[in-house]
C-alpha cells in the first residue's frame, strides 16, 4: 500500500470555482502533513502546513481528519494562476520512516477563463 | 530565485558515458536531498546528506553515487544508466534533518538515457 494516495486528476474548474482535493494516509501515526504545489515543469514549493484544528491561508483551506487519514485542501474562488500539481506530502514517525517526507503523485489543477 | 540551483538544467546521456550533475545552495542550509521525479510517479526519495554526513541511501542503485563535499554542494555521479533512469532529478535543502518539511527545492535536471 503506497503511504500517501491522492486522485491524480485532472480537475478543469472555470476561474471562480471552489475546488477541493483529498488526500489519504496509511501510516495513522504520522504527525505532519503538508500540501506543496508543483507547477508544469518547475520544482515543488511548500503551499502550507495541514493542522489538526485546519488552518487558512486566504483562498486556501487546508484539513485534518486523523480519524480517517486523509487531509483536505480547498481552494476557493479559483484563479488562472491556481493552475498547478498539488502534492499532498507526510512525514513518517517511526523506525526506517522517521522524519522521512512522503509524497503523493500530486492532483493536476487546470482553472480556464 | 537563486536559493537553490541545479546544473545542468537538461542532460541527454548514452547508456556508457559517465556525468555529474551539480546541486548548490545559497541558503546556510545543512541538509541535501536527491529526488527523482518520473512521469505519472510521487516524488522519489534518493539520498539525504545532514551536516554532510549522509544518513539515507534509499536503496538507490550504485550507478547513482552522490557526494557532498560541503554543506553549500551536493553532486549525483551518473555511470552506466539505463533508460529506466530518464526523469527529473530534483535536489533539495532544509534548515537540518529535522526541518525538512520546509524544504526548497531547485529547479531541477532533466535527464533523458538513450
Known sequence: RKEVEQDP???????????????????SASQSFFWYRQDCRKEPKLLMSVYSSGNEDGRFTAQLNRASQYISLLIRDSKLSDSATYLCVVIGDRGSTLGRLYFGRGTQLTVWP | ?????????????????????????????????????????????????????????????????????????????????????????LCASSQDRTLQETQYFGPGTRLLVL
Request: hydrophobic residues 30%; glycine residues 4%.
Open chain 2, 1 to 89: 530565485e537563486t536559493g537553490v540551483t541545479q546544473t545542468p538544467r537538461h542532460l541527454v546521456m548514452g547508456m556508457t558515458n559517465k556525468k555529474s550533475l551539480k546541486c548548490e545552495q545559497h541558503l546556510g542550509h545543512n541538509a541535501m536531498y536527491w529526488y527523482k521525479q518520473s512521469a505519472k510517479k510521487p516524488l522519489e526519495l534518493m539520498f539525504v546528506y545532514n551536516f554532510k554526513e549522509q544518513t539515507e541511501n534509499n536503496s538507490v542503485p550504485s550507478r547513482f553515487s552522490p557526494e557532498c563535499p560541503n554543506s553549500s554542494h551536493l553532486f549525483l555521479h551518473l555511470h552506466t544508466l539505463q533508460p529506466e533512469d530518464s526523469a527529473l532529478y
Open chain 1, 9 to 27: 486528476g485532472p480537475f478543469n474548474v472555470p476561474e471562480g470555482a471552489t475546488v477541493a482535493f483529498n488526500c489519504t494516509y496509511s501510516n
